[in-house]
């Protein structure tokens, strides 16, 4: 498209820079048949005679020189422009500075000078007119003749009234050739806004700000600390095998759809879909300090769990009777973050150990669970409320990884709270009533009593 763009520019200056040379060629030959026409016949003045031979001759040569070069340099143009008018310059001293030819060829060199280059080349125009009137001086004294012959007014009438003309049907056909350009280019405008926002949904949003505000850049690779976020449908290949590739299509489009209202929500950056799991990364580009970027993955993640119960109840409408339940793995730790692959394609990720262990913990969790790592753990402890799974091993690690499985913010747990978690300098409690066998309670509560009891001691004290 920037060809083509380059190409009608390039032709549309050619065409008008051709139509200036006609009209700078009009004043010449008008200037010419003035000088002409100033001869007293049959007693010919042979320097004016002269004067306007040489005046079309040179107005021919310097016409087929410039349209030959077709305005390849403008700066060309300018000359001739100024050369122009010393020859106007001369032809007027030449004439005697007659009145009506004078005020008209004057009033034509400094109105193409005022719209063809503004205030610097109605100057140089008016100090070339001056330099042709001060250079006539060496051939011929003029008399300043106020009296004017009619041939003289004649012509000078007719070349002033096609001058006008054809720059009137010159800024005519200008006018609409820029209309047509401007209709053209509100079109392109529109197909490129169109093709952006197509292109927009393929692109992660941190690439897509980036290009379109020229920082390519900054998606340089580097290490950062992010929050990196895993989830997959339990069962999915075997539904897909089950059902029409319609059906399929449909529900795999109207859960990513949901999955990604719901990131974006949360400020996240969406990584990649790879079928019907979901990568997000936290804390590349939208940071808000680390606590709230694990906070703002963890809220995530509970909400899609809660959005998936809905689906499933659409989905069951719909005939799909088998459960669809999501995993979901959270880790926290430093990556590299950037612009991945060839010149020809780059893929914007995060790489590293850590978000192996995000990738390892969703695999590990069961449908409908959400589990993070300690590193994660740690930061939204005291907002939302965790189960301490103990230790698993992790492939590619030689040492095992703490986990916790997210129940839900503490704010909403209410009377039905069955987990509890406190941790503080000297004291620490994990308490999950769930769990706690029925004839364990009175000795958990006699502890607890006796805890209670020493701590209470102890402050009296």
Same mark, same amino acid.
């Given at each position: 498209?920037?060809?083509?763009?380059?190409?009608?520019?390039?032709?549309?200056?050619?065409?008008?820079?051709?139509?200036?040379?006609?009209?700078?060629?009009?004043?010449?030959?008008?200037?010419?048949?003035?000088?002409?026409?100033?001869?007293?016949?049959?007693?010919?003045?042979?320097?004016?005679?002269?004067?306007?031979?040489?005046?079309?001759?040179?107005?021919?040569?310097?016409?087929?020189?410039?349209?030959?070069?077709?305005?390849?340099?403008?700066?060309?143009?300018?000359?001739?422009?100024?050369?122009? *008018?010393?020859?106007? /310059?001369?032809?007027? $001293? #030449?004439?005697?500075?007659?009145?009506?030819? !004078?005020?008209? &060829?004057?009033?034509?060199?400094?109105?193409?000078?005022?719209?063809?280059?503004?205030?610097?080349?109605?100057?140089?125009?008016?100090?070339?007119?001056?330099?042709?009137?001060?250079?006539?001086?060496?051939?011929?004294?003029?008399?300043?003749?106020?009296?004017?012959?009619?041939?003289?007014?004649?012509?000078?009438?007719?070349?002033?009234?096609?001058?006008?003309?054809?720059?009137?049907?010159?800024?005519?056909?200008?006018?609409?050739?820029?209309?047509?350009?401007?209709?053209?280019?509100?079109?392109?405008?529109?197909?490129?806004?169109?093709?952006?926002?197509?292109?927009?949904?393929?692109?992660?949003?941190?690439?897509?700000? *980036?290009?379109?505000? /020229?920082?390519?850049? $900054? #998606?340089?690779?580097?290490?950062?600390?992010? !929050?990196?976020? &895993?989830?997959?449908?339990?069962?999915?290949?075997?539904?897909?095998?089950?059902?029409?590739?319609?059906?399929?299509?449909?529900?795999?489009?109207?859960?990513?759809?949901?999955?990604?209202?719901?990131?974006?929500?949360?400020?996240?950056?969406?990584?990649?879909?790879?079928?019907?799991?979901?990568?997000?990364?936290?804390?590349?580009?939208?940071?808000?300090?680390?606590?709230?970027?694990?906070?703002?993955?963890?809220?995530?993640?509970?909400?899609?769990?809660?959005?998936?119960?809905?689906?499933?109840?659409?989905?069951?409408?719909?005939?799909?009777?088998?459960?669809?339940?999501?995993?979901?793995?959270?880790?926290?730790?430093?990556?590299?973050?950037?612009?991945?692959?060839? $010149?020809?394609?780059?893929?914007?990720?995060?790489?590293?150990?850590?978000?192996?262990?995000?990738?390892?913990?969703?695999?590990?969790?069961?449908?409908?669970?959400?589990?993070?790592?300690?590193?994660?753990?740690?930061?939204?402890?005291?907002?939302?409320?965790?189960?301490?799974?103990?230790?698993?091993?992790?492939?590619?690690?030689?040492?095992?990884?703490?986990?916790?499985?997210?129940?839900?913010?503490?704010?909403?747990?209410?009377?039905?709270?069955?987990?509890?978690?406190?941790?503080?300098?000297?004291?620490?409690?994990?308490?999950?009533?769930?769990?706690?066998?029925?004839?364990?309670?009175?000795?958990?509560?006699?502890?607890?009593?006796?805890?209670?009891?020493?701590?209470?001691?102890?402050?009296?004290?």
């Amino acid at each position: 498209m920037s060809d083509n763009s380059a190409n009608s520019k390039n032709s549309s200056h050619s065409e008008v820079s051709l139509r200036q040379h006609d009209i700078r060629a009009l004043i010449c030959f008008a200037a010419a048949g003035t000088a002409i026409t100033h001869v007293n016949w049959p007693e010919i003045d042979w320097l004016l005679f002269g004067a306007g031979l040489l005046v079309g001759v040179y107005t021919v040569v310097s016409y087929f020189f410039i349209k030959r070069r077709v305005m390849s340099q403008h700066k060309a143009f300018d000359r001739f422009m100024m050369a122009d *008018a010393a020859v106007i /310059g001369a032809v007027l $001293s #030449l004439c005697d500075f007659s009145v009506l030819p !004078t005020i008209m &060829f004057v009033t034509m060199v400094q109105f193409n000078s005022l719209i063809n280059g503004g205030i610097r080349k109605w100057v140089l125009d008016t100090l070339a007119l001056l330099l042709g009137v001060a250079a006539s001086f060496a051939l011929h004294r003029p008399e300043w003749n106020y009296s004017s012959r009619l041939e003289i007014s004649s012509i000078s009438l007719v070349g002033i009234f096609v001058y006008f003309c054809a720059y009137a049907l010159y800024a005519y056909n200008r006018m609409r050739k820029l209309t047509e350009q401007v209709k053209r280019l509100s079109s392109e405008h529109t197909l490129y806004k169109l093709k952006t926002y197509k292109l927009a949904r393929y692109l992660p949003p941190t690439v897509w700000k *980036a290009i379109s505000e /020229g920082r390519e850049q $900054s #998606l340089t690779t580097e290490r950062k600390r992010v !929050t990196v976020f &895993f989830s997959d449908i339990q069962g999915f290949s075997t539904l897909a095998e089950e059902l029409e590739a319609e059906t399929l299509t449909e529900l795999l489009n109207s859960y990513l759809t949901e999955m990604a209202r719901i990131a974006a929500k949360h400020k996240g950056t969406i990584d990649k879909f790879m079928g019907d799991a979901v990568m997000v990364i936290f804390g590349d580009a939208q940071s808000e300090g680390m606590k709230m970027d694990c906070l703002r993955c963890v809220s995530m993640a509970i909400e899609m769990r809660k959005k998936m119960q809905e689906l499933q109840a659409r989905w069951y409408n719909q005939g799909i009777k088998k459960p669809m339940l999501i995993r979901m793995g959270i880790n926290t730790g430093y990556c590299t973050v950037g612009s991945f692959g060839t $010149s020809h394609y780059m893929d914007y990720t995060v790489l590293g150990t850590h978000a192996n262990i995000a990738s390892r913990l969703e695999s590990a969790a069961e449908p409908g669970e959400i589990l993070i790592s300690h590193e994660t753990w740690s930061l939204v402890k005291d907002v939302v409320m965790c189960r301490d799974q103990g230790e698993i091993n992790v492939k590619g690690l030689t040492h095992p990884v703490r986990i916790y499985q997210v129940v839900d913010f503490r704010k909403d747990l209410g009377k039905g709270q069955t987990w509890f978690e406190e941790n503080m300098t000297g004291f620490s409690m994990h308490m999950d009533l769930e769990k706690i066998r029925n004839y364990d309670k009175d000795r958990v509560v006699e502890m607890l009593n006796n805890a209670a009891a020493r701590l209470k001691g102890k402050s009296i004290k």
